[in-house]
């Protein structure tokens, strides 16, 4: 490596240092070093510059995923091996080493997920989930009469699940299954003349929901 | 910053909030405490979600990989050695399944999967989310790092870590790890240029 062919030993030793120069985890004695250098050197001053950038750019907290966790872990449960014998409720035996892989369900929740995570927009995303799953949602194009009182909801992946939960008392809505594969709930409304699009319709509304639809008769409780 | 020991803030996560904490989990993990584990897994899964989906560029595969990724911690927590930080340790495990998957797949150009996938799910109407991607220079430019590259940026800038830890994770010399970074950033400043010229 050259970094560079025209300075001396130790600008190209701290050119090297830059980036953990700028996200602060130099020891003392290199810290010293880069800072001493940096003093008098303008390439190195412009670097940091980009640098900074970079790393503002990088800064951004890791989504929570909380509903994308619980999913996963309720499939990777799947793979661990059923307690036996007497051991206490939350000890089970390691898994056999054989245990199946996440299946293609798993794989699409991660699409719609890594479509979200990289600021894909979240309808082409779940548009993409439905090609190759059926969901049970309904296309504008195909549609039949909704079950009474009944719709399907994908809640963003980084609402808390509480505010979910909390939602959906605020509409008289209990959930009642889910979530599936694709991180879908169903939903129940608990009101005397439920309106399925209409409660559909008010949660697309909601910031943390991502996907709202009456459910058919025939995909309640999947 | 977001650091390697932060807080998860999974229901389920008891936000442990340093090694220790982790240390602890993995004890109760070795002994076949799946409350731990469940634990463990809230407090993980956000970090190697973005760690592996940023090397390999892979969405299809991202969840299987943070799957295998946590069994084995769950399987083979006694191979933890206490020689570096749990975190340091699970995020090795990570990269080098992430690599395998990657040369498994054939190919370690992982522009292809996304643009593969953006094409799925073109919509002939730009969405605000689609029109920040596109002006998002970054990461266009990471996407064009070969995977060690984009592992040594994302854990320099996102995650924080010195370069020795890197090293541990991607288990290469520290050198390695400051050159890969060096030839990253001037690739990034040359997209970034060649972006500006447009």
Redesign the interface.
């Known amino acids: ?1 050259n ?1 560079t062919h025209h300075h001396s030993d130790e600008h190209d030793d701290i ?3 830059l ?2 120069y ?6 003392p004695a290199e810290l010293a070093r880069v800072k001493t250098h940096v003093r008098g050197c303008l390439e190195c001053r412009r ?1 940091l510059q ?2 900074g950038q ?2 503002q ?3 951004q ?6 509903l ?3 999913a ?2 309720r ?3 799947e ?2 091996a059923p307690a036996a014998g007497t ?1 206490p409720a ?6 056999a ?1 054989s ?1 199946k ?2 299946g293609r369900l ?2 699409l ?3 719609a ?3 979200s ?9 779940l ?2 989930v439905g ?1 190759d799953q059926p969901l049970d949602y309904q296309t504008l194009s195909n549609r039949s009469a909704p079950e009474q009182g009944h719709v399907r909801v994908v809640f963003a992946p980084n609402l ?3 505010e979910a939960d909390q939602l959906l008392r605020s509409i008289g809505g209990q959930m009642v299954s889910g979530p599936n594969s694709a991180g879908a709930y169903t939903v129940r409304i608990d009101a005397a003349k439920p309106d399925p699009d209409a409660t559909a319709e008010f949660l697309r509304q909601r910031p943390g929901v991502l996907l709202a639809e009456p459910v058919l008769q025939a995909a309640v409780g999947e | 910053m977001v650091r390697l020991a932060y807080s998860a803030s999974m229901p389920m996560a008891d936000n442990p909030s340093d090694g220790g904490d982790e240390s602890s989990l993995l004890e109760r993990i070795h002994a076949g405490d799946t409350k731990a584990f469940e634990r463990f897994y809230g407090l993980y899964y956000p970090r190697l979600f973005r760690f592996i989906l940023r090397i390999t560029h892979r969405p299809d595969s991202v969840e299987e990989l943070i799957q295998d990724t946590l069994m084995v911690v769950w399987e083979k927590s006694d191979s933890f050695d206490h020689s570096c930080k749990v975190s340091t340790w699970v995020f090795g495990i990570a990269y080098r399944k992430a690599l395998k998957s990657l040369a498994k797949a054939g190919r370690d150009d992982s522009n292809v999967d996304f643009d593969e996938f953006a094409e799925v799910l073109v919509d002939p109407t730009p969405t605000p989310a689609s029109r920040l991607e596109a002006d998002n220079w970054l990461e266009a430019a990471l996407s064009r790092l070969p995977p060690d590259q984009r592992a040594v940026i994302e854990l320099t800038f996102h995650h924080g870590l010195h370069y020795r830890e890197i090293a541990e994770i991607l288990d290469c010399p520290e050198n390695t790890v400051k050159t890969r970074m060096f030839h990253a950033r001037k690739k990034l400043q040359s997209f970034a240029a060649a972006v500006s010229e447009d």
């Open positions: 490596m970094p050119v090297l240092l980036p953990w700028v996200n602060q985890t130099l020891e670097e980009v640098l970079i790393e750019a990088l800064q907290p890791d989504d929570p995923l909380d994308a966790a619980h996963s872990f499939q990777l449960q793979r661990i051991q939350n000890v089970v035996p390691l898994p080493k245990a892989k996440p798993g794989k929740t991660s699409l997920l890594a479509a995570l990289l600021l894909l927009a979240a309808p082409l995303a548009r993409h090609q808390p699940f509480a």
